[in-house]
């Protein structure tokens, strides 16, 4: 486990010394982490918490028309789908 930990301490200073702005490089790794992180709390707050506002039955509709349609289209009887939201 040390081995591993040494090789990579070795090979992040390599890439420090290599790349320029390491400080930069850093900060901004750093606000796209954090960044993503609010982003997914606040999709799972906001988004997941609230109620659907009737989109989920539109987009299954259409769904469902475009299946009887196909089925429509390869020569077979009209069926017909009920689906529970």
Not at 71 to 84: N, R
Request: charged letters at 15%.
């Amino acid at each position: 486990m040390c081995l591993i930990v040494h090789t990579l301490q070795i090979y992040q200073k390599l890439l420090d010394d290599v790349t320029p702005y390491v400080m930069a490089r850093w900060l901004f790794a750093a606000l796209l982490t954090v960044a993503f992180l609010a982003r997914v709390f606040l999709l799972q707050v906001c988004v997941l918490s609230s109620k659907p506002r009737g989109r989920y039955a539109d987009v299954n509709a259409q769904i469902l028309w475009n299946i009887n349609r196909f089925m429509q289209s390869e020569g077979k009887k009209k069926v017909s789908v009920i689906s529970v939201v």
